[in-house]
């Protein structure tokens, strides 16, 4: 049924770049906010960009702020976050999600998303 699935991780080199995507099928998102959130080694989950269901409205965190950037094409279904200048503490599963706006935002881990993807794997070294 309903799908989220992740694709473009691999290892890159600090300072490299990757452009990560997230396919959606089962179901339209256009009335979603769409989200990333990531998964470090011994760490829990933390949110990374969300952006709203029109693709105006984005949000990030902190320590992405300024190097990554979230995308939407909703004619495609599909969700993009870019992520420039990579460093080591990127490393994480990234993990596509899909929920409203509101859930998004108050949400730290992003547990209880409505939809979830399986994640890819970014390693950064040096």
């Known amino acids: 049924q309903v799908q989220l699935v992740e694709s473009g991780g691999g290892l890159v080199q600090a300072g490299g770049s990757l452009r990560l995507s997230c396919t959606a099928s089962?179901?339209?998102?256009?009335?979603?906010?769409m989200a990333w959130f990531r998964q470090a080694p011994g760490k829990e989950r933390d949110f990374v960009a969300v952006?709203?269901?029109?693709?105006?409205?984005?949000r990030y965190a902190d320590s992405v702020k300024g190097r990554f950037t979230i995308s939407r094409d909703s004619g495609q279904n599909m969700v993009y976050l870019q992520m420039n200048n990579l460093q080591p503490e990127d490393t994480a599963v990234y993990y596509c999600?899909?929920?409203?706006?509101?859930?998004?935002?108050?949400?730290?881990?992003?547990?209880?998303?409505?939809?979830w993807g399986k994640g890819t794997l970014v390693t950064v070294s040096l």
């Open positions: 999600a899909a929920d409203s706006w509101k859930n998004i935002a108050t949400s730290s881990t992003g547990y209880g998303m409505e939809y």
């Open positions: 089962g179901r339209t998102f256009s009335n979603y906010a």
């Open positions: 952006v709203g269901m029109s693709g105006v409205l984005k």
